[in-house]
């Protein structure tokens, strides 16, 4: 099974890159992170005050991008079906999609807020924060892209119903990240560390009982 999951993890990253899955969400991040500064003016105080949660929310918002391409083109190729008769369960597939998503996805977020939070102004402490946060949260929401996807696949306008899911689901993720901005005490990465972790944990189940019942 260790095999089989590095396969399908190695496919899935090299397709994402090789596609463009990968810069698409990383280029709507650093475009957001551009065009704010211009929106409200050069005003450095109202940038530190208001960059970071910004920059939380064009996470969030990258991450709608690639979720028609995490479930849906395997059904339609019957790769998941091949991977289903030679005994790999949904919840494995699930699990692997997961780790997948999270290599394409997270480092590159990580890297583009680094450097979009020079255009924010942010720097220091607040900027070591914003990037843990970050780094806390994006397998919550590589896990989040993953269960959306499976529970849509099949559906026309998977897209739009995807982007009303997630949006409501990642809430306490933003609260709690972009809360950590202005959190001394630490105990807002506290509670993000609990909902990234508790999201990851089910994401398998939940994305693995979607794709069961959508072949029944």
Known sequence: MIGALRTMIWRDV?????????WLPVIFYLSAATLFPFAVG???DLLLQTGGGILWIAALLATLLPLDRLVQPDLDNGFHDQLLVRGITDEFIAFARLI???????????????LASGLMGLEGPPLITLLASLAIATP???GLAVMIAALT???KG?????????????????????GSLADQSGSALLFLSAV??????I???AAGAALKAMRE
């Open 203 to 205: 994401t398998p189940f």
């Open 42 to 44: 050069p005003d450095r």
């Open 196 to 201: 990234s972790l508790l999201l990851v944990a």
């Open 158 to 178: 998977a897209g739009a119903l995807g982007g009303l899911l997630l949006v409501p689901l990642a809430i306490p993720l933003l609260i709690f990240g972009a």
């Open 100 to 114: 997948s998503h999270w290599l394409a996805f997270g480092p590159p977020l990580l890297f583009a807020a680094l």
């Open 153 to 155: 696949a099949g559906l």
């Open 140 to 142: 919550a929401l590589a």
């Open 14 to 22: 090299r397709q994402s890159y090789a596609s463009g899955g990968t």
